[in-house]
C-alpha cells in the first residue's frame, strides 16, 4: 500500500499534467480558431473563382486546357496530409489507413501495374509512409513543404505538381486530408486535384447567372488564366482545412487527457484521504490506549 508521502506526489505529478493539458488546449484551440479565420477569408476569392468558371461553363463559348486532359493512367501521384507535430490523438492513424485503402482502390481501378508515388505533407505522415514496402509503390518527400507551409511555399509546391502532370511525369494527381467540419468532427477526403475534371465546372459549383457576357479577352484565354488560380485556392483550401483539424484533434486529445487527470486526481484524493484517516484512528487508538494503561 502506498505511504502518505508517496500519494501526495502522485497527486502533484497528475495536478502539474493537468495544468500543461489544460494550457495545450487553450493553444490549440486558439491556433484552430486562427485556422478557421483564415479558410473563412478564402472562401470569397475561391468562390468568385468558381463563379468565373461556372459562368464560361454555361455559355455557348468553346474552351480548353492542358490541365484537363485525361490520359490512361500508368504513373499516379498521391499527396497525403497529415501533422508535424504529435499529441493529437488518432489524426494521423487515420489518414494512413484511409491511405492503405487508396492505394488497393488505385490497383483494382488501374490494375497492379499502376505506379503509385505518394508525397507526403508533414513529419509524422512521411515516417509513416516511409515504411511502407509495397511494389510500385514510391514515397517520394517534397524539400521545403510541410504541414505549416507559407503561402509563397505552397505556390511553388502547387505549380510543381502541375508541371509534373503538364510534363506528363503523372497522369493523375490526387489529394488525400483531413476535411475541417467542427471541432469534434473531421473526416478523411480524398480529392482529384489533376486533371480537372468537367463536373468542377458544372453550375451549380458557383453561382451562374443566366444573363449574356461579353468575354474579353476571348473565353479561352480567361479560362487558361482562371484555372491555375483555381488549383491555387484549391490547394490553400486543403492546407489551411489539414491546419485547422489538426489543432482541432489535438484540443480533443487534450481534453480527453485533461479529463483522465481530474478523474485520477480525484481517485487519489479519495485514497489518499481514506489513508490519512487511518492514520489520524490508528494515533487516537494509540492515544487513548496508553491513557487506560
Known sequence: MA????????????????KITGAMKMISSAKMHKAEQA??????????????????????????????????????????????DGLCGAYNVNIFKQMLQRLDFYRGLYGE????????????????????????????????IDSKSTDKAVTAFTNRLRDMFLDKSTDRVDTLYMEFQSVSRQRVKATQLLPVTQEVFSVGSGEATDRPYIFEPSAEVIFRRVLPMYLMAVMQDIFTENRASEQAARV????????????????????????????????LLDILGGQVR
Do not use: H
Open 252 to 283: 480533443m486529445a487534450m481534453q480527453s487527457a485533461n479529463d483522465n487527470a481530474k478523474k485520477l486526481l480525484d481517485q487519489l484524493q479519495l485514497e489518499y484521504n481514506k489513508l490519512r484517516q487511518a492514520a489520524i484512528t490508528t494515533e
Open 3 to 18: 505511504t502518505l508521502r508517496e500519494l501526495k506526489g502522485r497527486i502533484g505529478s497528475v495536478r502539474s499534467s493537468e
Open 113 to 144: 501495374g499502376v505506379a503509385i508515388t505518394i508525397i507526403p505533407v508533414g513529419c509524422k505522415i512521411g515516417k509513416a509512409a516511409a515504411k511502407l514496402r509495397v511494389p510500385g509503390v514510391e514515397v517520394a518527400p517534397v524539400d521545403g
Open 39 to 84: 479558410l473563412r477569408q478564402l472562401q470569397p476569392f475561391r468562390g468568385q473563382i468558381e463563379t468565373i468558371i461556372a459562368n464560361l461553363a454555361a455559355s455557348d463559348a468553346a474552351f480548353s486546357s492542358p490541365l484537363m486532359e485525361t490520359r490512361p493512367v500508368e504513373r499516379l501521384t498521391l499527396v497525403v496530409w497529415g501533422s508535424d
